[in-house]
């Protein structure tokens, strides 16, 4: 079964991995990510044995006997502190030295030995304790994210079968030199880029080119690496080395694009650059200032307030509920066959501007169907029967698709000396009648006259002729997914522009973008156009920083603009596994639908965690401002923070009950 159309459309560290590996969150110093079971063991036990050590602690502070005081209750706490607090007295100590003294790590390395310093252990060990978990959710939903470039390497093969002398050898594929023959048995995937030395073969080039027909190759014609042999054993000459092949240059494209993402910090290493110093120098001041101005000043006391102040400001309720907002955003996301790679993610759907989307297994179901049975002299029904009786001698999937239109009736036809006619279709004896199916070529071929104006329609022909007379064709395409065009509309009602990129049939593709109702579309688009393209509609957002585009795609071409996108976006369930392994939001479900339902989860949960900060700041001040006057103690300043985090926790927990549509 042959077509007669060509179709000319051909893992990751994001900054939040990278940040990872860098080793600037506790979690990732006390034990860097690993491949393997071992590596939750490694992560999640410094943060458990102080729990336990600091439930501990506090167990024995209220019901022990007289042997559980110092110096024994500082060792323990010290103890306890250790696993959770090292991390982050070492990246205080190695920010330091650097210049950047004013981090999230300084605060709550000074806040926390102060509390140690009056003697407030259970909270130094807690407030260092809460802050490592939540640096943990965030870790957890990136950790698998930092090996997604080598996983691209995957999909290129290792070892190709090379001819020599008439005689076949197994070589490494980067030895190869221009010039060599290949041999390419059926369901082998191509490992260089070359021409076709056969008369011809049918190649499905859906993982690299994103076309969903199968694509039939002549002799003298390109194939490419990452193509799949569909059907004969092959041979093709080599034109391009190894390393310059075109998969190649995608993975090439994807290390480039994902080194042009701009990082993008979390709220609060901003926040602590501003607020770390302010509260430092206050507490200070606390200190010092008073014995100018008090004539019984006593160092201890207003000591005590100073360091008071320090622990007050330790910023606790946002450290837990910035964390676990977002987290309960990724919960939620996951409800939803949504996947977000990180806290961050959530926050760029929210500054969506652009939407761009591929078409073949993102806007359709990349499965072929029947779209129109238009017969010539015969009935219908009467058509479908015996193409399809023809067809299931074939393995093509244009050939599936009309046995599945035909249903039933098929098998009992009788179906003699059939022929497969590279490039194409079919020729046999079916019901007792000489029968052609195919394309138009093959019409041509047995001198068949026909309406040669059904070329022009931008869908798959089958054309087909009983007895030497044209009896009618089919027309296959691509199912738009049901739910399409409500994604673009409700993209569209939130103000965001939608556009589509596709290497299939420009004619293609201006009929599925007319049906869904996207902004701009363009057609055959090779991996390079598709990153040009996404730069031009990057460059028109340059303008408000706040603006961000977003890429939806799935093949192995696609991952070069899921990673170049703010946000890149990958069909989970027919996508390939490296747009998988390179984007930052999956939809595990393949609705598009689910596109717009990822920008309400993260307004929902950004909504969320400005509420948290909010309450946090203000109730903050008012402690704080109580603490400088020394009418709140070490544990009225406790109970408000721990209250104010309880708070913080019940309203980022909300957004995983909030309903999505």
Known sequence: MADDHDHNEDGHTHDDVELIEEGTTPAADAAPAKKGPEQTWRTYAPAAISLVLLLGGIALDNYATGWFKDPVRLIWYVVAYLPVGWPVLRRAWSSSIRGDVFTEFFLMSVATLGAFAIREY???????????????????????????????????????????????????????????????????????????????????????TGESVPRTIEKGEAVLAGMINRQSLVEMDVTTPYQDSKLSRILKLVQQATGRKAQTQEFIARFAKIY??????????????????????????????????????????????????????????????????????????TQLKTVVMDKTGTLTKGVFKVQEVKPVGIDATELARLTAALESKSTHPVATAIIDHADTGHETVSVEGVEEIAGHGLKGRVDGRDMLAGNAKLLRKFN??????????????????????????????????????????????????????????????????????????????????????????????????????????????????????????????????????????????????KIATAIEIGRATRRIVWQNITLSLVVKAIVLVLGAGGLATMWEAVFADVGVAMLAILNAVRVQNLKFK
């Open 122 to 208: 259970p909270e130094g060990v807690a407030v260092m304790l809460f802050y490592t978990i939540g640096e943990l959710f965030q870790e957890a939903a990136v950790l698998r994210a930092r090996r997604s470039i080598k996983a691209l390497l995957d999909v290129r093969p290792d070892e190709v079968t090379v001819l020599k002398d008439g005689k076949a050898q197994v070589v490494k594929a980067a030895t190869v030199a221009v010039g060599d023959v290949v041999q390419i048995k059926p369901g082998e995937k191509v490992g260089l880029d070359g021409t076709m030395r056969s008369e011809s073969g049918t190649f499905d080039t859906a993982a690299l």
């Open 276 to 349: 770390t110093p302010i509260i430092c120098l206050l507490a200070v001041l606390i200190t010092v200032v008073p014995y100018f101005f008090v004539t019984d000043y006593r160092f201890a006391d207003w000591l005590y307030r100073g360091l008071v102040f320090l622990v007050i400001g330790c910023p606790c309720a946002l450290v837990i509920s910035i964390p676990l907002g977002y987290f309960g955003g990724i919960g939620a996301g996951s409800r939803q066959g949504i996947l977000f790679k990180g806290s961050v993610f959530l926050d760029l759907m």
């Open 448 to 593: 068949v006259a026909f309406d040669e104006s059904l070329t022009n329609i931008p869908y798959t022909v089958v054309m087909v002729a009983l007895d030497g007379k044209f009896a009618g064709y089919f027309t296959i395409a691509d199912e738009v997914k049901p739910d399409a065009t409500d994604a673009v509309k409700r993209l569209k009602d939130y103000g965001i522009r939608t556009v589509m990129l596709s290497g299939d049939k420009s004619a293609v593709v201006e009929l599925v973008a007319k049906q869904v109702g996207v902004d701009e579309w363009h057609g055959d688009l090779l991996p390079e156009d598709k990153v040009a393209q996404v730069e031009r509609l990057k460059a028109d957002l340059a303008g408000n920083p706040k603006a961000k585009l977003a890429f939806v795609g799935d093949g192995v071409n696609d991952a070069p603009v899921v990673a170049l996108a703010d946000v890149g976006m990958a069909m989970g369930g027919l996508g390939s596994d490296a747009t998988i392994e390179t984007a930052d939001v999956i939809i595990q479900n393949d609705e598009p639908a």
